[in-house]
């Protein structure tokens, strides 16, 4: 099992920036990518941008050059920076984290952090 946490998330003006924690815990040995979604309401989870354990990242084109995925192996801990922060990019944020393990697919999810941006 992999419990995620997490954290960061909160009110900021339009152009302003925020970081987002994912802090994992439990067993990590079989999870191949991490990630961030986001859900605004009324709309679908979409994936904001991931990283392979290999360190490959994807971004959702509404977001490149605007945010950063990174993680911290030895905190065990995954980070979103978000840069430039626009109206459209409030939405409750959600960690992700995926693999396989003999065969078992694993798909874990945090609780979900609220980003708020306004004009």
């Known amino acids: 099992q992999v419990q995620l946490v997490e954290s960061g998330g909160g009110l900021v003006q339009a152009g302003g920036s925020l970081t987002l924690s994912c802090a994992a815990f439990g067993e990590l040995l079989c999870t191949s990518t991490m990630g961030w979604y986001r859900q605004a309401p009324g709309k679908e989870r979409d994936l904001v941008a991931s990283i392979t354990s290999r360190g490959r990242r994807y971004y959702q084109d509404s977001v490149k050059d605007r945010f950063s995925i990174s993680g911290d192996n030895a905190k065990n801990t995954l980070y979103l920076q978000m840069n430039s922060l626009k109206p459209e990019d409030t939405a409750v944020y959600y960690c992700?984290?995926?693999?396989?393990?003999?065969?078992?697919?694993?798909?874990?999810w945090g609780q979900g952090a609220q980003v708020t941006v306004s004009l």
């Open positions: 992700n984290a995926v693999g396989s393990c003999l065969n078992v697919e694993q798909n874990f």
